[in-house]
């Protein structure tokens, strides 16, 4: 198994443009999410999509929208970048196991630069 | 709302010393805990998790953590500290009281730096 995939690993954007963080995941897990990793702030969730054809927004949304393709595949737009979406991108997945565990399961990141 | 405080952003710790992670949790419902760690340039792995069985838990690498009820505290520890466990460190929580919210709430993280 891959686990969670991301695409692209690198981006540098001019401000104004668009682009489109490709995700997967191949665990059958239900739910999905993006965060954004910034120094010294942790992760924070820009939205998450708890099944197929569900999203909710999380912490930091503006900016930001998504598409959960089908079960395997959860996709962040940005329609207008800005030079503070500068950060490094994270999907993950989770699936409620037996007993109530529901750990996620992080792709390897995009970091993506807006000048 | 739950929130996780992780005390120390940076850590530097001796090669064969102890290693001892603080994280104390704010939570209105019993939590579920985890311990998350982030290699350079990597995404972030799970080291070990509290799930409202033993409070001790025990994960990977060694790497081990006490639930305290009493303190809302989850630290993490490791007996000796390796060369390869410099690494940043997240602690995070969530709770179940929404059915099917899996969200999870982290920490700003600990860089760990040990010191040869």
């Known amino acids: 198994n891959a686990g969670v995939t991301q695409t692209p690993k690198f981006q540098v954007l001019k401000t104004g443009q668009s682009m489109t963080l490709q995700c997967a995941q191949d665990?059958?897990?239900?739910?999905m999410y993006w965060y954004r990793q910034d120094p010294g702030m942790g992760l924070r969730l820009i939205y998450y999509?708890?099944?197929?054809?569900?999203?909710d927004k999380g912490e930091v949304p503006n900016g930001y929208n998504v598409s959960r393709l089908n079960k395997r595949e959860f996709s962040l737009r940005l329609e207008s970048a800005a030079p503070s979406q500068t950060s490094v991108y994270f999907c993950?997945?989770?699936?409620?196991?037996?007993?109530?565990?529901?750990?996620?399961?992080f792709g390897p990141g995009t970091r993506l630069t807006v000048t | 709302a739950q929130s996780v405080t992780q005390l120390g952003s940076h850590v530097s710790v001796s090669e064969g010393a102890l290693v001892l992670l603080r994280c104390n949790y704010s939570?209105?419902?019993?939590?579920?805990l985890f311990w998350y760690v982030q290699y350079p340039n990597q995404g972030l792995q799970l080291l070990l998790k509290?799930?409202?069985?033993?409070?001790l838990v025990k994960g990977i690498n060694d790497f081990e953590a006490e639930f305290k009820k009493s303190e809302t505290s989850f630290h993490l520890t490791k007996p000796s500290a390796h060369m390869s466990d410099a690494a940043e460190y997240f602690c995070?929580?969530?709770?179940?009281?929404?059915?099917?919210?899996?969200?999870?709430?982290f920490g700003t993280g600990t860089r760990l730096t040990i010191i040869p």
């Open positions: 993950a997945s989770s699936s409620r196991l037996a007993g109530g565990s529901h750990e996620q399961y």
């Open positions: 665990m059958n897990h239900n739910s």
């Open positions: 999509s708890a099944s197929e054809g569900t999203t």
């Open positions: 939570s209105s419902v019993p939590p579920y």
């Open positions: 509290y799930t409202s069985a033993a409070t």
């Open positions: 995070a929580v969530s709770d179940l009281s929404n059915f099917g919210n899996e969200k999870l709430t």
